[in-house]
């Protein structure tokens, strides 16, 4: 682990209950210290048969701490990856095929080590962004940590991930602030008014108490996203500013129902192994033929609970078998079939 705040803290204690031994450095000696009290770690010192790098450093230094530990780390099967919430320029300037950027759309308002929890994956979607030089087999054993640790991978482009999640992550860490700086303001002359903040308002706002340091560092590694998405979001207020002033109670019902109906949709549950369906894809040595799989599968919708490479096929490098959701197996297997690939289902 290089890095152990929140998120570096939560893997390297998850790692640690699930017996890896997991070593672990800090800009701050308090951290380490207090991270090897907590045995989070079990040295500083890592070792020349580590299988896997995490880089939870700020985002704007990410990618010189994932080249030096490739330099230093030559062997072909060490897997490095990062959990910053921005990939675009991270992916772009880590060109090594044992590199995978990620994040796990995952937190807390707790700050720093101290508030560290082995379960924090359980159930979030943590994002990879595989490139076309993506080593297949790291990807694989990568994809198998990440959901032994609870979460549910998604795979997606470094442009793709960094446009979306300005909209699902970064605004609305804007909005919340914003929303609670508004009420603080007002709160000034009203005191009132934080006595009437009920459930709605708290929820809302929950993430403004979130660790306001690592913000401006992805916010503005994140620029044009954010802009471009609050810009979007400017105008819809702008829409819902008129509606109300305008009583168009047809108008704001469509758009409170569209919200209510879209809220109630959002993914969530877990499946039962016999809601499962093992797609067998055999993949040639192509560059970026992974990548392609998953990043399709996202675009989709379609979660992959699980992956596996299988080898020894004559003539083929290998056969790519995945583990995704029975009702939309189908789906996935007819779009991969229409990109070339021969797609068969195996009875789990």
């Keep these: 682990m290089i890095g152990l705040g929140l998120i570096g803290g939560s893997v390297a204690m998850a790692l640690s209950q699930r017996d890896w031994a997991v070593t672990g450095s800090d800009g701050d000696p308090v951290v380490v210290a207090l991270a090897r009290e907590r045995e989070l770690i079990d040295t500083t010192e890592p070792a020349p048969d580590t299988e896997l790098v995490v880089v939870a450093t700020p985002a704007s230094a990410v990618a010189a701490a ?14 490095v990856t990062d959990v910053a919430g921005v990939k675009s320029s991270i992916v772009a300037s880590v ?4 590199f995978v950027g990620g994040h796990p759309m995952a937190g807390s308002e707790q700050r720093g080590i101290a508030g560290a929890r082995a379960d924090m ?13 993506t080593a297949p087999e790291l990807y694989s054993r990568l994809h198998g940590v990440l959901r032994d640790l609870g979460a549910n991978v998604l795979a997606l482009d470094a442009a793709d991930h960094d446009r979306l999640v300005a909209l699902a992550s970064h605004v609305p860490h804007l909005l919340a602030s914003a ?5 603080a303001d007002v709160a000034e002359q009203d005191a009132v008014l934080l006595q009437l903040a009920a459930g709605g308002f708290r929820d809302m706002t929950r993430i403004a108490a979130g660790d306001p340091g690592i913000w401006p560092d992805i916010l503005f590694e994140n620029r044009d996203a954010v802009l471009a998405a609050l810009g979007s979001l400017q105008r819809r207020l702008g829409d ?3 509606t109300v002033g305008d009583s168009d109670e047809a108008g704001l019902r469509d758009a409170l129902r569209r919200a209510s109906t879209a ?4 993914p969530g549950r877990a499946l039962r192994a016999d809601e499962l369906t093992y797609l067998r894809v055999p993949v040639s040595d192509r ?14 919708g379609v979660n992959i609970y699980d992956l596996e490479i299988a080898h020894g096929i004559e003539g083929v490098r290998g056969t790519l ?28």
């Design 121 to 133: 994956f359980a159930g979030c979607t943590w994002v990879l962004t595989p490139t076309r030089d």
């Design 321 to 348: 078998l995945l583990a995704v959701e029975a009702e939309r197996a189908d789906l996935l297997a007819a779009d991969l079939r229409s990109r070339g690939f021969t797609v068969a289902h195996e009875v789990p």
């Design 66 to 79: 994932a080249r030096d530990v490739l330099r230093a780390l030559p062997g072909p099967d060490v897997m």
């Design 95 to 98: 060109s090594d095929r044992r």
């Design 240 to 242: 819902l500013e008129r």
């Design 179 to 183: 929303l609670m700086n508004e009420a």
């Design 287 to 300: 560059p970026g033929e992974l990548a392609g799989i998953t990043t399709a599968a996202s675009e989709l």
């Design 263 to 266: 809220r109630r949709q959002l």
